[in-house]
């Protein structure tokens, strides 16, 4: 049908549009960018429909229940919620968990991809812009849900950059790539086998810019253990404090949250100064 094809190609333009709009642009805000490129506002911000509350409800419980004790397998989730194991299968796979890696498994690999060694084995990390590295995560809202990617350096803690994105697609990646890169360039990136980090889109960037790839191997799950504890810290922190009700306050949340966590948050592990004290070499905040 004609209007089925012409209902395809308009969601194909607005998706398009999307990915060309810059959350952390210096001089357009997001809702100048949605003018100049005729996009709604509320449809870079689209989250995805299709679960029931109650569906909903329980992707929450299980993704902080998976935080807590991450060896849980779909017995011991459905146990601790009560519900039937089917369903705590069916709910974890489209989360992307599986118990064994502490980690979701929201990137699978891809069968023709190169996949890349690990170099960072007995490697001392101790300079800023010396290793980077990236994930993505399940992020639960009060209606919905959506992934989130953030790029780290490994030894000041500092983020670099994160996007969010209603699909698993490799663009929002490689937009949180090239934003990163606008501030530094590593010696050494590392990610896990992700098709999304996988891509040719994204690697090429890396390639590009003399960037040494890094991949964990499978079943690796402490390779890129400074991005999974952010993860528990944003989501203990923050997502599971407010669980915002739209992508556009789930934005605008993290995005406050971020620039706490960068420049007011004192890290243990760097004798409680800010990461953009240490990444940087002086306060943002002073």
């Avoid at 010696?187 to 003399?210: C, P």
């Avoid at 989501?235 to 915002?244: G, I, N």
């Avoid at 739209?246 to 620039?259: A, I």
């Avoid at 966590?261 to 943002?284: D, I, M, W």
Wanted: net charge positive; charged share 20%.
């Amino acid at each position: 049908m004609s209007w089925t094809g012409s209902k395809k190609n308009l969601a194909n333009s607005v998706e398009a549009n999307r990915l060309l709009i810059e959350p952390n642009h210096s001089h357009l805000s997001i809702d100048r960018q949605c003018q100049l490129l005729g996009l709604n506002r509320a449809s870079y911000y689209y989250q995805p429909v299709g679960e029931s509350p109650e569906n909903l409800k329980l992707m929450r419980q299980i993704d902080e229940q998976y935080m807590a004790t991450p060896f849980y397998g779909t017995r011991r989730m459905a146990v601790t919620l009560g519900i039937n194991r089917k369903r705590a299968q069916r709910l974890m796979r489209l989360m992307g968990l599986q118990a064994i890696y502490p980690k979701p498994n929201t990137s699978g690999k891809h069968p023709s991809h190169r996949i890349y060694p690990y170099l960072l084995k007995g490697v001392e990390v101790n300079l800023v812009n010396q290793v980077w590295s990236t994930d993505i995560t399940y992020i639960p809202m009060a209606r919905g849900f959506l992934y989130l990617v953030a790029i780290m350096d490994w030894f000041s803690r500092y983020v670099l950059s994160w996007t969010l994105s209603n699909t698993l697609h490799a663009p929002f990646c490689v937009e949180a790539l090239e934003m990163a890169l606008m501030q530094g360039r590593p010696e050494i990136f590392n990610t896990d086998q992700g098709s999304q980090f996988t891509s040719e889109a994204f690697t090429k960037v890396l390639l590009d810019n003399d960037i040494r790839i890094s991949m964990d191997g499978r079943g690796r799950c402490f390779d890129n253990i400074f991005i999974e504890r952010l993860w528990r810290t944003v989501k203990y922190e923050h997502v599971y404090l407010y669980l915002h009700e739209s992508g556009e306050k789930l934005y605008n949340g993290l995005r406050e949250y971020f620039h706490f966590y960068n420049t007011q948050r004192p890290h243990q592990a760097l004798e409680y100064r800010e990461p953009a004290v240490v990444y940087f070499g002086k306060s943002l905040t002073r």
